[in-house]
């Protein structure tokens, strides 16, 4: 279950590397098993910094797809490759953010509580959001102890 309350922060753009794709709902899990290991592959090739933890942004709302970039924060922009990494740039200005703790199940509650809380503040979200996952899961190990940091840029 989410702990913390929303925040209104100004961000700085961040360089990246990711893959993006539109994916099934049903497939997504799968997608960042692949994606995320091949992202990490092509930085370590092109010896650039992972420069934060992974995250995965989502252009406009899902619904039975998903339009979706996955993959980590550089220290410079990388190159293109065969494999589908492309140079990326996380966006700066105005956002909210929500920490979520728990089960990545329990994400849709997190999102419903941010966006009455945007709505109560008369913030209007921007078309894509995304989640940083501060903490890896293991296999055996809690989901409840699982931590998403929600971004969610909003318009001025």
Same mark, same amino acid.
């Given at each position: 279950?989410?702990?913390?309350?929303?925040?209104?922060?100004?961000?700085?753009?961040?360089?990246?590397?990711?893959?993006?794709?539109?994916?099934?709902?049903?497939?997504?899990? %799968?997608?960042?098993?692949?994606?995320?290991?091949?992202?990490?592959?092509?930085?370590?090739?092109?010896?650039?910094?992972? %420069?934060?933890?992974?995250?995965?942004?989502?252009?406009?709302?899902?619904?039975?797809?998903?339009?979706?970039?996955?993959?980590?924060?550089?220290?410079?922009?990388?190159?293109?490759?065969?494999?589908?990494?492309?140079?990326?740039?996380?966006?700066?200005?105005?956002?909210?953010?929500?920490?979520?703790?728990?089960?990545?199940?329990?994400?849709?509650?997190?999102?419903?509580?941010?966006?009455?809380?945007?709505?109560?503040?008369?913030?209007?979200?921007?078309?894509?959001?995304?989640?940083?996952?501060? %903490?890896?899961?293991?296999?055996?190990?809690?989901?409840?102890?699982?931590?998403?940091?929600?971004?969610?840029?909003?318009?001025?």
């Amino acid at each position: 279950m989410s702990q913390s309350t929303p925040e209104i922060t100004t961000l700085e753009p961040i360089q990246a590397a990711v893959v993006r794709r539109t994916v099934p709902m049903s497939e997504l899990r %799968t997608f960042f098993d692949s994606v995320f290991g091949t992202v990490m592959a092509a930085v370590h090739e092109q010896q650039v910094a992972v %420069t934060g933890p992974p995250f995965a942004m989502y252009f406009g709302m899902p619904t039975d797809t998903v339009d979706v970039a996955a993959g980590f924060p550089t220290g410079r922009r990388i190159s293109p490759t065969a494999e589908g990494v492309v140079p990326f740039e996380l966006p700066g200005g105005r956002a909210v953010q929500f920490l979520h703790v728990g089960s990545y199940d329990d994400l849709g509650e997190a999102y419903a509580r941010m966006t009455a809380w945007m709505g109560e503040q008369a913030l209007t979200p921007a078309d894509a959001m995304w989640e940083s996952y501060l %903490t890896e899961p293991t296999p055996g190990g809690d989901p409840a102890a699982n931590q998403t940091l929600i971004t969610w840029p909003v318009r001025d």
